[in-house]
């Protein structure tokens, strides 16, 4: 069972799902258009993920989930080795 992470969102959950589930490198817009969010909103999210260290820019504009993100979605890590984010 994968921890509590207070300042995370479903949509977080999704971006990190996709990537994993994938196994690729991809644009917000991407991940948007596959997990029915705006691509505004995934790329924010994807930023708190890489603030976090569960998402890693390749370059300006995709990412590839880490592995400490990869332990998130397999329940595990504890909550504290995940940085908390400033305004979630």
């Known amino acids: 069972m994968r921890p509590r992470i207070e300042w995370m969102t479903q949509a977080d959950e999704r ?3 996709f990537l994993y ?5 991809a644009s917000p817009s991407v991940i948007a ?3 029915d969010y705006t691509s505004e909103y995934i790329s924010r999210r994807c930023q708190k993920l890489a ?3 569960l998402l890693q ?5 995709n990412y590839r ?3 400490l ?3 998130y979605l397999e329940g595990d890590i504890d ?4 940085e908390p984010v400033d305004g979630g």
């Open 69 to 71: 993100g990869e332990r």
């Open 15 to 17: 971006v990190l799902e």
């Open 33 to 35: 258009a596959n997990i």
């Open 21 to 25: 589930e994938k196994d690729i490198v």
């Open 65 to 67: 989930i880490t592995e």
């Open 51 to 53: 603030d976090a260290e």
């Open 57 to 61: 820019p390749v370059d300006p504009t």
């Open 79 to 82: 909550p504290s080795e995940v």
